[in-house]
């Protein structure tokens, strides 16, 4: 795996999803990090993932990658090379007690193999992005289904702010927010992530204590 310097995730960025938690729409884009660590890439293996911790929940998502630090004015193209297709795997319930007591989400978010990455493809600018839908399939069944152009804070936006508060440049990629239809997983599902009818990774999740 090339080497990936920050990985930064957007909370919240599509409403249905906001909704199916019973969270408000954010005003503004809601930013979490996870470590470096937390990366897993998609080979059709086997990915370990915490069994003991409640529910463990999977979240389908864009994943773009940055060539170049982000200034005012650049094009879409200037700065992303590369997009990939993610699963942001979310501990939910600890999750919920995390916020319940106004701690931070880490926990919950940046354990081992949280981090799933599809091999990355070029990026051929926004306009191509919306004209498939992205994929989440569980033993067969598609589980969740969305399209860029159905975020809250669209990629310029979410450049825009994450340079603003906390710097961007070559080697950081960005997980731009999930669809609704998150759901937890078992042990031994088989997870397949699709850019409209082509699979672009596949891997079993192996749930242990």
Not at 43 to 52: C, D, F, R, S, V
Not at 98 to 116: C, D, Q, R, T, Y
Not at 168 to 195: F, N, Q, R
Request: some cysteine; charged content about 20%.
């Amino acid at each position: 795996m090339e080497q990936i310097r920050n990985i930064y995730c957007v909370g919240r960025n599509y409403r249905l999803h906001a909704a199916e938690l019973g969270n408000d729409v954010p005003k503004k884009p809601m930013i979490f990090a996870k470590p470096t660590h937390a990366l897993a890439m998609t080979n059709g293996q086997e990915i370990a993932l915490p069994g003991t911790r409640g529910e463990l929940h999977y979240e389908a998502e864009i994943v773009v990658h940055i060539a170049r630090p982000y200034e005012p004015g650049c094009a879409l193209e200037q700065v992303i090379d590369k997009v990939a297709l993610g699963i942001d795997f979310t501990l939910r319930d600890v999750q919920s007690e995390l916020k319940s007591a106004g701690h931070p989400w880490l926990l919950a978010k940046g354990f081992k193999n949280s981090a799933i990455l599809t091999p990355f493809q070029p990026f051929s600018g926004l306009s191509a992005l919306q004209q498939a839908d992205f994929s989440l399939h569980k033993n067969g069944e598609q589980v969740q289904r969305g399209n860029i152009s159905d975020v809250i804070f669209d990629l310029e936006t979410i450049l825009a702010y994450v340079e603003e508060h906390f710097g961007l440049g070559a080697g950081d990629i960005i997980y731009t927010g999930t669809p609704a239809g998150v759901g937890p997983v078992a042990d031994g599902d088989v997870l397949t992530l699709k850019w409209g009818d082509e699979e672009r990774g596949q891997f079993t999740a192996r749930l242990k204590g």
